[in-house]
């Protein structure tokens, strides 16, 4: 029960930069982002004392670690790939034109009003 009480009270001071924000509207811009981020962080360190919160932080970190690992393609492969999809984008878009005169075609003979 504590902890869906941090839950809902991380939402509260998200809510609260957020309603801050605009409530400071006089100020200077830098204040009122500051508002945001105070909102923001304060929401974070409430919602990391939960389970659920740690869990989600875990989550995170192994998500990034398995980002690092990924083998990102090369600059020539990133092109060649791109060639290829374009060419399959431009082969499509002239079958389905060919086809739309195909139906159209066959609509107007059916309808008699063929050339």
Same mark, same amino acid.
């Given at each position: ?10 939402? $509260?001071?998200?809510?609260? +930069? ?14 009122? $982002?500051?508002?945001?981020?105070? +909102? $923001? $962080?304060? /929401?974070?360190?409430?919602? *990391?004392?939960? !389970? ?11 998500? /990034?670690?398995? /980002?690092?690992?990924?083998?990102? !393609? ?22 389905? *034109? ?6 159209? *075609? ?5 309808? +008699?009003?063929?050339?």
């Amino acid at each position: 029960m504590i902890d869906k009480i941090k839950l809902v009270l991380a939402l $509260i001071l998200v809510a609260a +930069g957020v309603a801050g924000f605009y409530l400071l509207s006089e100020h200077a811009l830098v204040v009122r $982002i500051l508002a945001v981020l105070a +909102g $923001i $962080i304060a /929401a974070v360190v409430v919602f *990391w004392s939960t !389970p659920l919160g740690r869990e989600a932080f875990a989550f995170v970190q192994d998500s /990034a670690a398995e /980002a690092r690992r990924v083998v990102w !393609p090369t600059r020539k492969e990133t092109i060649q790939t791109t060639v290829a999809v374009f060419v399959l984008v431009m082969v499509m878009a002239v079958f389905l *034109w060919l086809v739309d005169i195909g139906f159209l *075609w066959g609509v107007k003979m059916l309808m +008699g009003r063929g050339a």
